[in-house]
């Protein structure tokens, strides 16, 4: 009894020594695989307290973002960056296609993601890859002014049109004007690839003008894709058709408004757009939605006199009549002849203009002492 005794405590320090081992490689583990593990890969990672930014929690989300850009400079979209990458996505990401764009906020978040690390701890290796993305951007766009959704070009595919859709291309272009402008945390770029962003801007902006439509003499708004060697109106996927946008066109509005010194070109174009968005508006219809039991959100308008106006996100060209399209391709005029599966999984309708004309153009027509109407 006494050797059992004795054998017990030495048995469980062995066995103690060894689970704390195990435990330490499994932390270990934990943080290589999880480098944020009390944040996900979304806006809110821009939106943390600039403290968090020096943090080695930030620096190791930093770490695994960098492995996801690609040969190319980019990021793909939709991925989590804050996940262990595998050996095919690590293919995807150096063979061009789906993985290199602009779309849904890919590159451009990650850019801003990594300046505000580099803020907080200027490593160099943040520096060179938000340098990257720089150039990236640079590359891809068109010598018209245009960018495409994807770069490398997807031959033969809607995703090398101009893509306003989603705020691609003014994503893009906000993104080289904080470059430019070179003030903090996007003071991480040197002079000469500063005035290769402003070069793009000037440029981008020609392409906003010129791709803005004109109806009967008056300019209105922005389709949400051109063709872009013709800079006509084009088709993306077979629902979103060649037409004028209520969405996409507030974002386009936006960066115009945001040029400190705007030419006149540039306020007869924002002017033009805020009238016919004034127009278009949809009264005396409220959106009403519900969750079904598949999980999906049915929508549908509803009769209200007193409700705030609507925008249609596409509107027929020459008519300005709200259009709806379902995957057929087939143009409507009744929400209600749409499919439940498009219904539920698009949004064609929205309040995306609201703060446009009640607060943040009367501050620009202000702002620059122009008559008011």
């Known amino acids: 009894m006494q050797v059992l005794n004795a054998y017990i405590p030495t048995r469980l320090k062995f066995i103690d020594r060894t689970w704390m081992a195990f435990g330490m490689v499994i932390g270990l583990l934990l943080i290589v695989q999880s480098p944020a593990r009390s944040i996900n890969w979304g806006k809110s990672v821009l939106r943390q307290q600039p403290e968090w930014y020096g943090s080695a929690e930030a620096q190791a989300a930093a770490d695994n973002v960098l492995v996801y850009q690609s040969k190319f400079g980019a990021w793909p979209k939709n991925w989590n960056l804050l996940a262990p990458i595998t050996t095919e996505a690590l293919d995807k990401l150096n063979t061009g296609g789906k993985a290199n764009t602009i ?3 890919a590159t451009i978040m990650p850019m801003r993601f990594l300046a505000l690390v580099y803020q907080s701890s200027p490593d160099e290796k943040y520096r060179t890859a938000f340098n990257r993305g720089v150039n990236y951007l640079l590359d891809s766009q068109y010598s018209n002014g245009g960018f495409p959704q994807f770069f490398p070009l997807r031959v033969n595919k809607y995703h090398s049109r101009i893509t306003y859709n989603d705020g691609a291309m003014i994503h893009a272009l906000e993104m080289l004007s904080d470059v430019a402008k070179g ?22 902006i020609d392409c906003i003008l010129k791709t803005q439509i004109r109806q009967d003499g008056k300019l209105t708004a922005w389709c949400a894709q051109y063709d872009q060697k013709t800079l006509e109106p084009a088709w993306a996927r077979s629902y979103e058709p060649p037409s004028l946008s209520g969405a996409e ?4 509005v936006r960066f115009l408004m945001s040029i400190e010194e705007p030419t006149p070109e540039i306020v007869v174009a924002i002017e033009g757009a805020v009238a016919w968005f004034r127009s278009v508006a949809m009264k005396g219809v409220r959106l009403e939605s519900a969750r079904r039991d598949d999980g999906r959100k049915e929508r549908w308008l509803a009769p209200d006199p007193d409700a705030s106006p609507l925008w249609a996100r596409f509107y027929e060209l020459g008519t300005n009549r709200p259009l709806y399209l379902d995957r057929d391709s087939v143009f409507r005029y009744d929400f209600t002849e749409i499919s439940y599966e498009r219904r539920s999984g698009y949004s064609y309708h929205g309040t995306w ?5 009640t607060d943040e153009y009367p501050w620009w027509v202000e702002k620059h002492d122009l008559p008011k109407e």
Request: proline residues 3%.
């Open 103 to 105: 779309d849904n906020g």
């Open 183 to 204: 003030q903090a945390p996007y003071d991480l770029v040197e002079a000469k690839l500063r005035a290769k962003a402003d070069t793009s801007i000037e440029r981008g």
């Open 249 to 252: 066109s507030v974002g386009v």
């Open 353 to 357: 203009v609201a703060k446009l004309l």
